[in-house]
């Protein structure tokens, strides 16, 4: 059964980069869509981008100018990058993982971590 | 605003049948794509409830069931119980925008 723990600062001031990382455990970490989605306080979910083994991403289009996703295999982890954050970027993110085609479902979850973005 | 129109919010009685809508278009449910379903209570992350608009995710009961229309889906659940109360989210993806995309949610309150 795979098992995803994040990693990564609670707080983040403006401006700066919010960065956070997923190990993956209970299966290898080729053959699977890695993703990153948040949540706004009170808000729905919003998915942020993905990255499959290869190296290959694809990124909203309303955070790609600020996101970058990257993998370690020897690590069996892999991370988000968000510069230039602001408050509207205050959201508990999760990293997901699924089936390594597009609209696939996400059948693990990280625990979650809350960033907030104050100075 | 959600690309996947769902409504903020449903309730039940204990035991009666419940149905939350999910509602795209044409560059995304109403392409082909999968509908899912996920059911986040507070606290933990959301837990795969429905895959490709009608399975069961394991574990999940029978009381559960999802189905597509058009540009539409809609998840069934039966026999409330209090346990249900949670968040209900439904997901697809969107080919103009490339993108994964999520409903607003749906709270759904038992009664």
């Known amino acids: 059964q795979v098992q995803l723990q994040m990693s990564g600062p609670g707080l983040v001031k403006p401006s700066e980069t919010l960065s956070l990382t997923c190990i993956v455990s209970g299966d290898s970490i080729s053959g699977y869509y890695w993703s990153w989605i948040r949540q706004p306080p009170g808000k729905g979910l919003e998915w942020i981008g993905c990255i499959y083994y290869s190296g290959s991403t694809d990124y909203n289009p309303s955070l790609r100018s600020r996101v970058t996703i990257s993998v370690d295999m020897s690590k069996k982890q892999f991370s988000l990058r968000l510069t230039s954050v602001t408050a509207a970027d205050t959201a508990l993110y999760y990293c997901?993982?699924?089936?390594?085609?597009?609209?696939?479902?996400?059948?693990?979850w990280g625990q979650g971590t809350l960033v907030t973005v104050s100075s | 605003q959600s690309v996947l129109t769902q409504p903020p919010s449903v309730s039940g009685a204990p035991g009666q049948r419940v149905t939350i809508s999910c509602t795209g278009s044409s560059s995304n449910i109403g392409a082909g794509y999968d509908v899912h379903w996920y059911q986040q209570v507070p606290g933990p992350a959301p837990k795969l409830l429905i895959y490709r608009n009608n399975n069961r995710a394991s574990g999940v009961p029978g009381r559960f069931s999802g189905s597509k229309s058009g540009t539409s889906a809609s998840l069934a659940i039966t026999g409330l119980q209090v346990e249900d109360e949670a968040d209900y989210y439904c997901?697809?993806?969107?080919?103009?925008?490339?993108?994964?995309?999520f409903g607003g949610g749906t709270k759904l309150t038992v009664l």
């Open positions: 997901a993982g699924g089936a390594p085609y597009s609209g696939s479902p996400f059948d693990y």
């Open positions: 997901q697809s993806f969107d080919t103009n925008l490339r993108t994964w995309v």
